[in-house]
T-cell receptor
Framework: DADVTQTPRNRITKTGKRIMLECSQT?????MYWYRQDPGLGLQLIYY???????NKGEISDGYSVSRQAQAKFSLSLESAIPNQTALYFC?????????????FGPGTRLTVL | RKEVEQDPGPFNVPEGATVAFNCTYS??????FFWYRQDCRKEPKLLMS???SGNEDGRFTAQLNRASQYISLLIRDSKLSDSATYLC???????????FGGGTRVLVKP
């Protein structure tokens, strides 16, 4: 079984709709992240959480919100989707501590906003 | 200027050849450096960390040049399976926040 899972894997929606992307992990990691990837731009950090009570904005948080429901679950919401939020979204996890630890990514969610 | 810049490629490489490419970073306070590999439409996966003294992992060699603010990746004896996009990743502060470059695409051909 995959250590980091994302649902849905693909989603097509319309402008103005509310969308939730979910991420679950079985790695026991404290830290979780949401990124979006656009062609040629690399991954951009949307939000991150270092534990259940910790939520932090990343580089491009406008238009997004998150919820850390448990250590293993981190969901990303688009309250009112717009076409420029069409992208590939990745969830990632890493272990805590002072060192910079490897991030493990989920398989991604391809979101299209019409 | 982007914080982490890479030549997007593609680098077309004959099987068995050597290919090398660089990544530049703008923040001199950057502390940790990595190469991630991403196959088409798949998630990124850590290829290797980059240490100050340079490091090697099989056919892959990574170098860091702090004075000129770039890191490099060299792939020897390229295999068809090395075809992928290679993401340069930099951490510039305490905490596990990473900044990703746009990636360099490598295509290894028979």
């Amino acid at each position: 079984d995959a250590d980091v899972t994302q649902t849905p894997r693909n989603r097509i929606t319309k402008t103005g709709k509310r969308i939730m992307l979910e991420c679950s992990q079985t790695k026991g990691h404290d830290r979780m992240y949401w990124y979006r990837q656009d062609p040629g731009l690399g991954l951009q950090l949307i939000y991150y959480s270092f534990d259940v009570k910790d939520i932090n904005k990343g580089e491009i948080s406008d238009g997004y919100s998150v919820s850390r429901q448990a250590q293993a679950k981190f969901s990303l919401s688009l309250e009112s989707a717009i076409p420029n939020q069409t992208a590939l979204y990745f969830c990632a996890t890493s272990a805590g501590g002072r060192e910079i630890n490897e991030q493990f990514f989920g398989p991604g969610t391809r979101l299209t906003v019409l | 200027r982007k914080e982490v810049e890479q030549d997007p490629g593609p680098f077309n490489v004959p099987e068995g050849a050597t290919v090398a490419f660089n990544c530049t970073y703008s923040n001199s306070a950057s502390q940790s450096f990595f190469w991630y590999r991403q196959d088409c439409r798949k998630e990124p996966k850590l290829l290797m960390s980059v240490y100050s003294s340079g490091n090697e992992d099989g056919r892959f060699t990574a170098q860091l040049n702090r004075a000129s603010q770039y890191i490099s990746l060299l792939i020897r004896d390229s295999k068809l399976s090395d075809s992928a996009t290679y993401l340069c990743v930099v951490n510039r502060s305490a905490g596990n926040k990473l900044t990703f470059g746009g990636g360099t695409r490598v295509l290894v051909k028979p």
